[in-house]
């Protein structure tokens, strides 16, 4: 069974960082590239970076500078490292698995507040 | 970057009755390898997205053979044969195949008529 299994989300002041995890459990994680998606409360689904087997890396305009996406194939886990956080990125942050998002890990909230 | 727009944004239905949804690509989502790289995804509430369909037309494992994707070029579709209580949520379209930024519509939220 495919698990995505995420960790590291919770309150923080705007300017400051966090980090998130995923660990991937169930599929080849080294062969697939893997994507990190959010959502803002009330919206829609967000793009926000992705990090290909082998390990090129892209970002949408709002995160670029600010986040870090990373893997571990050993561990068999994916990162996000947030930094300079903004009241705008308040949102679930969901990491997903396979160039086609075929696996979804369960989310984790993100609130960026004073 | 691609735009994509679904329509309707709000779909009230009612339980047992076919219920379709519009998604539009503001350019032609084939792939240069000839394939077309258009997902459908179902969030139920409280819950993350889940792939339905991929490449149009491809139903993931598990999905009832209800829902069904159709289109090609710009122009998709996703339908459901006869809509049961378990597909109350939002639908989104997504497309992977002019990346990066990876694209999704605005989202559809089946409701109750």
């Known amino acids: 069974e495919v698990q995505l299994v995420q960790s590291g989300g919770g309150l923080v002041q705007p300017g400051g960082s966090l980090r998130l995890s995923c660990a991937a459990s169930?599929?080849?994680?080294?062969?697939?590239?893997m994507h990190w998606v959010r959502q803002a409360p009330g919206k829609g689904l967000e793009w926000v970076s992705s990090?290909?087997?082998?390990?090129?890396?892209y970002y949408a305009d709002s995160v670029k500078g600010r986040f870090t996406i990373s893997r571990d194939n050993a561990k068999n886990s994916l990162y996000l490292q947030m930094n300079s956080l903004r009241a705008e990125d308040t949102a679930v942050y969901y990491c997903?698995?396979?160039?086609?998002?075929?696996?979804w890990g369960q989310g984790s909230l993100v609130t960026v507040s004073s | 970057d691609v735009v994509m727009t679904q329509s309707p944004l709000s779909l009230p239905v009612t339980l047992g009755q076919p219920a379709s949804i519009s998604c539009r690509s503001s350019?032609?989502?084939?792939?240069?390898?000839?394939?077309?790289?258009l997902n459908w995804f179902q969030q139920r509430p409280g819950q993350s997205p889940r792939r339905l369909i991929y490449?149009?037309?491809n139903r993931d494992s598990g999905v009832p053979d209800r829902f069904s994707g159709s289109g090609s070029g710009t122009d998709f579709t996703l339908e459901i044969s006869r809509v049961e209580a378990e597909d109350l949520g939002i639908y989104y379209c997504?497309?992977?195949?002019?990346?990066?930024?990876?694209?999704f519509g605005q989202g559809t939220k089946l409701e109750i008529k």
């Open positions: 997903a698995g396979s160039g086609w998002f075929a696996y």
């Open positions: 169930g599929f080849s994680f080294s062969s697939h590239d």
């Open positions: 990090i290909t087997s082998g390990r090129t890396i």
């Open positions: 350019q032609s989502l084939v792939h240069s390898d000839g394939n077309t790289y």
């Open positions: 490449k149009v037309s």
């Open positions: 997504m497309q992977v195949t002019h990346w990066p930024p990876y694209t």
